[in-house]
């Protein structure tokens, strides 16, 4: 998969586990990431959980013939962080043929909740 050009390359998002039932990726809390008042944009978390999702979906389709896409996200912010990197985990509570729904974790160094999400990722054929 490559990233380049992309949102995930903008924010600076890693993925250190991908399969189809866990993924993790991290983000850096910086300058990319923060909103105007200094802590961690919530809309920031919201791609690192879509990533997750997306990513893990991904892994589990026929990545000639299909593709995966966000199509609903919610999340709660339960903590802010300024600085550091942030870790999300996202496992799969449902695979379906036409869609998936996972749920994504995102905590900070200290290992405390930041965010939780569910992600409903779409699966649908590749189109020309």
Known sequence: MD????IIEA???ETVLLTPEKVICTMPVNERTRQPFGFLHGGASLVLAETVASIGAWASIDQEH????????????????????VTAV?????????????DIKITDEQDRLLCVSRCTVAISPKRP
């Open 90 to 102: 996202g496992v799969p509570l449902h695979k379906g043929r036409k869609s998936a729904v996972w």
């Open 66 to 85: 299909e593709v995966a896409m966000g199509m609903e996200i919610n999340a709660n912010h339960v903590r802010s962080v300024r600085e550091g990197i």
């Open 3 to 6: 990233t380049t050009g992309t």
């Open 11 to 13: 924010l600076q998002i």
